[in-house]
């Protein structure tokens, strides 16, 4: 009987999710699963558009073998250093919106006003506003130039390196406007570690260094595993993405194929994110 109960309850259970997912599920049914699909098998067709049919011809590999091997000019001009500003823009924005986090969970006046101001950005400005923003030179540091930023940083790094991070310098206004959902996910992570353990911490005598190191990092993770794949997702799928304008310039054929290439690549990213995490989380088990 007792056997028989818990049986119920795991199918109550699996059913609960089930309900739960199905919105998407159907979403993801009706409108996404056919068009992925389709590109797909679109991807190993020449495609032929007229102005009374479409005709396709099957050519296998054709359109991949010239992206990666034949016409590189296809993906690696734009690919490579968008993926160099990519190494930098990623830890930058996740970094910027947890120490903001931390800065906007502290009681003091007007905190709800900067909370508002951080989150703005993401709610008002689109994908042309901001590159209306960059085009006019808005949106740099101002102690660049004070400071000469730029050629201390020319002076330690190769101009492969260089070039991104100063790009990244430039237009710093994008870090604020990728930030603001991911600073809303570290203040609701933040608010869920107990005060009792910081108090803890100062009565044993830990500073405020030491507080991050052990108790904010730790807790914390989960969230910037979230937040790591939330930004490469939007980072990679931003409207001024370079790679999505290749893709529109594209032959439809040769522009599915290109995609796919684009989604592996996305896919890779992703995957060196979980692998981080997995390592991140098994060595705080085992120094519990």
């Given at each position: 009987m ?10 109550v259970?699996y ?12 979403g993801f049914?009706i409108?996404m699963?056919f068009p992925?699909g389709?590109?797909l098998?679109?991807s190993?067709?020449?495609v032929?558009i007229t102005a009374?049919s479409?005709?396709?011809e099957?050519i296998g ?6 992206i990666l091997f034949?016409?590189?000019?296809i ?9 160099r ?7 930058i924005?996740v970094?910027f919106a947890?120490l903001?986090?931390i ?5 003091f006046p007007g905190?709800t006003?900067?909370?508002?101001i951080?989150?703005?950005p993401?709610i008002?400005?689109?994908?042309e506003?901001v590159k209306e923003f960059?085009?006019?030179?808005e949106?740099?540091l101002?102690f ?7 050629g201390?940083i ?7 390196w260089s070039t ?15 930030s603001g959902?991911?600073?809303l996910?570290f203040l609701g ?7 009792s353990?910081?108090?803890a ?5 830990a500073?405020?260094?030491e507080?991050?190191w052990k108790?904010?990092l ?5 969230f ?14 931003f ?7 290749r893709v529109?310039?594209s032959?439809?054929?040769q ?6 290439i684009?989604f592996?690549i996305i896919s ?8 981080v995490?997995h ?6 088990r085992?120094?519990?």
């Amino acid at each position: 009987m007792r056997r028989k109960w818990r049986l119920n309850a795991s199918l109550v259970e699996y059913m609960e999710g089930t309900i739960f997912i199905a919105p998407w599920l159907i979403g993801f049914l009706i409108f996404m699963a056919f068009p992925i699909g389709y590109s797909l098998f679109m991807s190993f067709q020449k495609v032929t558009i007229t102005a009374s049919s479409t005709t396709t011809e099957f050519i296998g590999l054709t359109h991949y073998r010239t992206i990666l091997f034949e016409n590189g000019s296809i993906l690696y001009n734009d690919l490579l250093p968008f993926l160099r500003q990519a190494l930098f823009m990623i830890p930058i924005i996740v970094i910027f919106a947890l120490l903001i986090a931390i800065m906007l969970n502290q009681n003091f006046p007007g905190r709800t006003a900067f909370r508002a101001i951080f989150f703005l950005p993401v709610i008002l400005a689109t994908g042309e506003v901001v590159k209306e923003f960059l085009m006019q030179g808005e949106g740099d540091l101002g102690f660049m130039a004070k400071y000469d930023v730029a050629g201390i940083i020319s002076a330690y790094l190769s101009s492969t390196w260089s070039t991104p991070l100063l790009s990244i310098l430039n237009s710093f206004v994008l870090v604020l406007w990728y930030s603001g959902v991911q600073i809303l996910i570290f203040l609701g992570g933040r608010q869920t570690i107990s005060n009792s353990a910081y108090e803890a911490a100062r009565i044993d005598g830990a500073g405020p260094w030491e507080t991050f190191w052990k108790i904010t990092l730790p807790a914390m993770t989960p969230f910037i595993f979230l937040n790591m794949i939330y930004t490469v997702v939007d980072l990679f799928t931003f409207p001024t993405n370079p790679i999505l304008q290749r893709v529109r310039e594209s032959e439809y054929g040769q522009y599915s194929a290109l995609i796919w290439i684009y989604f592996v690549i996305i896919s890779f990213f992703l995957a060196i994110i979980f692998f981080v995490f997995h390592r991140a989380t098994r060595s705080q088990r085992e120094t519990a």
